[in-house]
């Protein structure tokens, strides 16, 4: 009964050990947050996530470091986005898909988005995003990549339903480069805008296409 009594024991204190180091672990284990509602700082390969905010009184601010994609929910009304002077490449801001229309107050940013990606894209018909632009705010598609064939550059705005771009800055939005081609053609230069329905502009707006890719035996690839 003893040797019993001290397997019995010994198999408690095992199970014991076990859910501590389980709990541990559990403890341990990184959790993501929410951004607290109206404020975030998007300063890393993680974007916040602002999946929860809605209407206005939203500010992000973007600094050195950050990259991915940062999407904002359709809830949102207005958001404004502000740089901290730096250029941060490999981010780019996408708008979820929605029924009302988007204020986005942009100040002073400066971005270029990963290859094949716009900086700034949508997909929604039907509504307006107004850009209101304060300094010099640039947005810059990705370049396309080298290969046989190139590939194409991106556009440094692609975006659905009507635009409209005000503000006492100016927008800067240019196509990414067309990636270079060895033995096929080089890819072509991105658009600076693109937009599917009617385009606004009562501030500064400075489109500009990318340039096309090289090619060694091929065609270059047209500007955007």
Same mark, same amino acid.
Not at 42 to 62: E, M, R
């Given at each position: 009964m003893v040797k019993t009594k001290h397997r019995v024991t010994s198999v408690l204190l095992t199970l014991c050990l076990t859910v501590v180091m389980l709990a541990g672990i559990l403890i341990a284990a990184p959790v993501q947050v929410k951004a607290a509602g109206g404020n975030a700082t998007?300063?890393? /390969?993680?974007?916040?996530?602002?999946? /929860?905010?809605?209407?206005?009184?939203?500010?992000? *601010?973007?600094s050195s470091g950050a990259k991915g994609t940062l999407t904002i929910p359709a809830a949102v009304t207005e958001i404004t986005i502000i740089g901290d002077g730096n250029a941060v490449t490999g981010a780019n801001i996408v708008l979820a898909s929605r029924t009302a229309g988007l204020t986005i107050n942009f100040d002073n940013l400066n971005m270029t988005a990963p290859a094949g990606e716009s900086a700034l894209s949508s997909t929604s018909t039907g509504v307006n995003t107004t850009l209101n632009v304060t300094g010099t705010v640039r947005l810059t598609g990705g370049a396309g990549a080298n290969g046989t064939s190139g590939t194409h550059g991106s556009q440094g705005m692609?975006?659905? =339903? %009507?635009? %409209?771009?005000? =503000?006492? =800055? *100016?927008?800067?939005?240019t196509g990414g480069n067309g990636g270079d081609g060895t033995t096929g053609n080089g890819g072509w230069g991105g658009d600076g805008i693109l937009t599917s329905s009617a385009l606004t502009v009562s501030g500064a707006l400075v489109a500009t296409g990318g340039n096309g890719g090289a090619s060694q035996s091929g065609n270059g690839g047209p500007g955007g």
């Open positions: 998007w300063n890393s /390969a993680t974007p916040p996530d602002i999946s /929860a905010w809605d209407v206005a009184s939203n500010t992000i *601010t973007v692609n975006l659905a =339903g %009507t635009v %409209t771009v005000a =503000g006492t =800055g *100016t927008l800067h939005a």
